[in-house]
Nanobody, 125 residues
């Protein structure tokens, strides 16, 4: 059983940066594809970024809305995944969730097995 704990959310002005962290326990991080998703109240959970496992060469995928602004990275030795968010916009305001699944990075949140509790990101204009 993999447990995930996000941190790093907060309030930032438009154009600013935040780095989210997702600490994993209960499994070997390199064997898991890791994803970041976000969700606003009353809306469906949306894909943000994902990084595949060692089996897929840690390939990365990004949503079009965050390409060039967000970067997903992982530190397998520390069992931690990061989401560096730059040039933040008010429309990036959401609760951000970290998720894990075996091997392959996917964009469908229904395909992920393990989830963190979420961290709020608020971008003011």
């Amino acid at each position: 059983q993999v447990q995930l704990v996000e941190s790093g959310g907060g309030l930032v002005q438009a154009g600013g940066s935040l780095r989210l962290s997702c600490a994993a326990s209960g499994g070997t991080l390199s064997a898991y594809a890791m994803g970041w998703f976000r969700q606003a109240p009353g809306k469906e959970r949306q894909f943000v970024a994902s990084a595949g496992s060692s089996w897929t060469g840690y390939n990365t995928i990004y949503a079009d809305s965050v390409k060039g602004r967000f970067t997903i990275s992982r530190d397998n030795a520390k069992n931690t995944v990061f989401l560096q968010m730059n040039s933040l916009k008010p429309e990036d305001t959401d609760v951000y969730y970290c998720a894990a699944r075996r091997v392959t990075a996917l964009i469908d949140p229904k395909m992920y097995t393990y989830w963190g509790q979420g961290t709020q990101v608020t971008v003011s204009s």
